[in-house]
T-cell receptor
Framework: KQEVTQIPAALSVPEGENLVLNCSFT??????LQWFRQDPGKGLTSLLL?????REQTSGRLNASLDKSSGRSTLYIAASQPGDSATYLC??????????????FGKGTLLTVNP | DGGITQSPKYLFRKEGQNVTLSCEQN?????MYWYRQDPGQGLRLIYY???????QKGDIAEGYSVSREKKESFPLTVTSAQKNPTAFYLC???????????FGPGTRLTVT
């Protein structure tokens, strides 16, 4: 059974700092991995999707990397801003055709960026 | 504007009553999903649908029912058989089952 772990559970940084959020998964047979952002009481916003054949994806100040064989992904946020404060979730989709509709989510990292 | 809408944003019900949560999308996505989110837990899949008139149970389908009569709509009914229905419910959609999922704003259901 796939398990997704996000460390740390919470992170507080001063504005302007570069930071890394970690996601690990137990079964490396994944189709892709998706990073999301969730603001309090809101839905999830998709940030980046990395296919299993890719090593990284970039969008603005965000860079996500994937090391499938070691079961790890990182989300790098450059020059953090108070508006980046949110919970960040990662989710993996399995390779197998019969169940690759199913995303397995981590519990998230709560990021606070202090002005 | 393309997107996913969920209504209502907040819903209060008495124990023993069935309640239906709405989810509509205008993204022309074939696949739609319902998740439940509880504090300190990851999202858990309730039901998903790949095409109209077809849906499958997820990990925690007991006490829930769905229908998919139109491509745009995937309502979720929380029945009185669901033992612990108070939660935040999220609807999502994607072009196909292995594509990027997009989420709605959620409905917070409180049952007392």
């Amino acid at each position: 059974k796939q398990e997704v772990t996000q460390i740390p559970a919470a992170l507080s940084v001063p504005e302007g700092e570069n930071l890394v959020l970690n996601c690990s998964f137990t079964d490396s047979a994944i189709y892709n991995l998706q990073w999301f952002r969730q603001d309090p009481g809101k839905g999830l916003t998709s940030l980046l999707l990395i296919q299993s054949s890719q090593r990284e994806q970039t969008s603005g100040r965000l860079n996500a990397s994937l090391d499938k064989s070691s079961g790890r992904s990182t989300l790098y946020i450059a020059a953090s801003q108070p508006g980046d404060s949110a919970t960040y979730l990662c989710a993996v989709r399995p390779e197998s055709g019969g169940s690759n509709y199913k995303l397995t989510f981590g519990k998230g990292t709560l990021l606070t960026v202090n002005p | 504007d393309g997107g996913i809408t969920q209504s209502p944003k907040y819903l209060f019900r008495k124990e023993g009553q069935n309640v239906t949560l709405s989810c509509e999308q205008n993204l022309n996505h074939d696949a739609m999903y319902w998740y439940r989110q509880d504090p300190g837990q990851g999202l858990r899949l309730i039901y998903y649908s790949q095409i109209v008139n077809d849906f499958q149970k997820g990990d925690i389908a007991e006490g829930y029912s769905v229908s998919r009569e139109k491509k745009e709509s995937f309502p979720l009914t929380v029945t009185s058989a669901q033992k612990n229905p108070t939660a935040f419910y999220l609807c999502a959609s994607s072009y196909a089952q292995n594509y990027e999922q997009y989420f709605g704003p959620g409905t917070r259901l409180t049952v007392t």
